[in-house]
């Protein structure tokens, strides 16, 4: 995620853009780990990793709520 100096300096549309780079990146991990077809259960590993993928979204989302963005996720 760039820095609060980084987004401040972008125009509004590549600060969006950047936002939800971000986001996406962490859902998409989320949902790889979290697959219902997947063959085997979560290892310890993958655990950590989905719980660092949700915290880091949760960061992603409170940040661009500090820049009035707010970006909403939508189960399909």
Do not use: N, Y
């Amino acid at each position: 995620m760039p820095l609060k100096s980084e987004l401040r300096a972008m125009p509004f549309r590549a600060r969006v853009e950047a936002l939800m780079a971000c986001a996406g990146h962490h859902l998409e991990q989320m949902d790889l780990l979290e697959d219902p077809d997947r063959p085997e259960p979560l290892t310890p590993w993958d655990r950590r990793q989905l719980t660092g993928h949700r915290s880091s979204l949760r960061r992603v989302l409170e940040r661009a709520a500090e820049f009035g963005i707010r970006i909403g996720v939508v189960e399909e």
